[in-house]
């Protein structure tokens, strides 16, 4: 029997390239078909086909409170009561900008954008004009979004599909993109000594989350401090994901380390597309109309995603959400330890408070080519075990899970109990 979600993607087939608008939905990593969602609440997602799953994907991580929020909901029907966008700069921009320079250490000024792509582009170009340098350096695996110059050796989606360097980037886009492993001192030293005065600045995940999740050594993000202040270039934090997810104020309050420039993206929306990036007022302050470094548009700063984007960032400090988020994930993260150890599989289990990923090898993983020794032919069954049972994974090795704060104990029960049969399946 066809199911609704089969006649959806046939018919999405014809008339939208792979039949998803971002590849990593395609399902093409796990193999079989994605299903189509017309409906989110809490911790789960319905499907069209009546399907309930435990969901671990939290819209890419915007849904830390879970989906559909009523207090977002409400905020977003206000906002668009009043008109969808204007143009013309409103309130919200004003107390939503306020409100990220008072909870993330590093930002005295923000300019806001329409996805974590253009955050990532403008602040490199921030950088660039900032500091009157041309190169960048990124780390492999880490992803930035698609734009040209950051489309080199990128996680997420690129990577799950075998092209982190896409076809259609001019190699003299990208010839001043150095790339180098992540959690390699010598690797850095090595990049700024042979290129003395010439690096605009680093860009990095500081807990990258695109290529699975792996976490920086002790001591390393202090040294990418210590090294771009030495050598005059700026520390770029992309916190795209880790923003407002492992502390308020991002990966940069967790850790204790101040960057020069924040991106940030998917909770800073709420769940409506926007990007954001911020830092220094005299880097900041480079941007038209101040300085000479053009940014701009249309709908940034709209006010239907500034409303819900304000409303899920006074939640979370109003509430005890990272006390919430933590213990949720050391649940499921020990239950699913036990799970593998119970089914003698190799699994190596990655997490800092709601973020997570296993992979399928013996291996600690402490950067992409270690992430790359994990068996991808095993997580696609697992993955598709794990489905049957009602709990939807990302259909990557190389994505992040994402815990809400919406998860219940009866969520992440099911969701072990669904493990333990899906590693027993594998064994
Ligand atoms: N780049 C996103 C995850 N790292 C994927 C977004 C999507 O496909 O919706």
């Known amino acids: 029997m066809t199911t609704k979600s089969q006649e959806l993607f046939a018919e999405a087939l014809k008339y939208i390239p792979g039949g998803v608008n971002s590849p990593v939905r395609a399902f093409r990593a796990v ?9 989110a609440s809490g911790a789960h997602v319905y499907d069209v086909d009546g399907n309930d799953y435990v969901d671990y994907v939290g819209t890419w991580g915007p849904a830390i409170m879970g989906h559909a929020n009523p207090k977002i909901i409400q905020a977003v029907k ?9 143009g013309i700069p409103n309130p919200l921009e004003v107390k939503m900008a ?41 780390f492999d695996g880490c992803y930035h979004g698609h734009a040209d110059s950051l489309l080199v ?17 001019p190699a003299s886009f990208t010839q001043h993109t150095i790339v180098l492993p992540f959690n390699d001192v010598d690797a850095l030293l090595a990049a700024f000594a042979a290129n003395p005065g010439q690096i605009a600045g680093i860009i990095v995940e500081p807990v990258p989350g695109n290529a699975g999740l792996y976490l920086p050594k002790p001591g390393y993000l202090e040294f990418l401090r210590e090294i771009t202040m030495t050598n005059g270039a700026m520390l770029i934090f992309d916190e795209v994901m880790t923003g407002f997810r492992l502390a308020l104020g991002g990966a940069q309050e967790r850790y204790g380390i101040k960057p020069d420039l924040s991106c940030f993206g998917k909770i800073i929306g709420g769940g409506l597309p926007v990007g954001a990036f911020g830092g220094r007022s005299e880097i900041m302050d480079c941007l038209a109309p101040l300085g000479p470094v053009y940014q701009a548009g249309t709908l940034s700063g ?24 933590e213990a949720n ?39 992409l080519a270690d992430a790359m020794k994990s068996d ?24 992040a899970g994402f815990i809400s704060t919406a998860h219940s104990p009866s969520d992440i029960e099911k969701t072990i109990r669904a493990a333990a049969k899906a590693m027993k399946s594998l064994a």
């Open 31 to 39: 193999g079989g078909q994605p299903f189509f969602v017309n409906r």
């Open 78 to 86: 206000d906002a668009a009561e009043q008109g969808t966008s204007f």
């Open 98 to 138: 306020k409100l990220i320079c008072s909870v993330v250490p590093s930002v005295q000024k923000v300019r806001m954008c329409n996805s974590g792509t253009e955050a990532c582009m403008s602040a490199i170009r921030l950088a660039r004009g900032f500091t009157k340098r041309d190169k960048i350096i990124k």
């Open 153 to 169: 050796k990128a996680g997420s989606g690129a990577l799950t599909f075998g092209n982190p360097d896409s076809a259609g980037v």
């Open 302 to 325: 709209n006010p239907l995603a500034m409303a819900a984007g304000i409303t899920a960032i006074e939640e979370l400090s109003a509430s005890n959400a990272y006390a919430k988020l």
């Open 329 to 367: 994930g050391a649940a499921l993260e020990a239950g699913l330890r036990d799970t593998a150890r119970f089914a003698k599989i190799p699994v190596q289990f990655n997490r800092i408070g709601s973020m997570f990923c296993g992979y399928f090898t013996e291996s600690p993983v402490h950067n």
């Open 376 to 399: 991808r032919a095993r997580f696609a069954k697992y993955f598709h075990a794990m489905l049957a049972e009602g709990v939807y994974f990302a259909p990557s090795q190389f994505e």
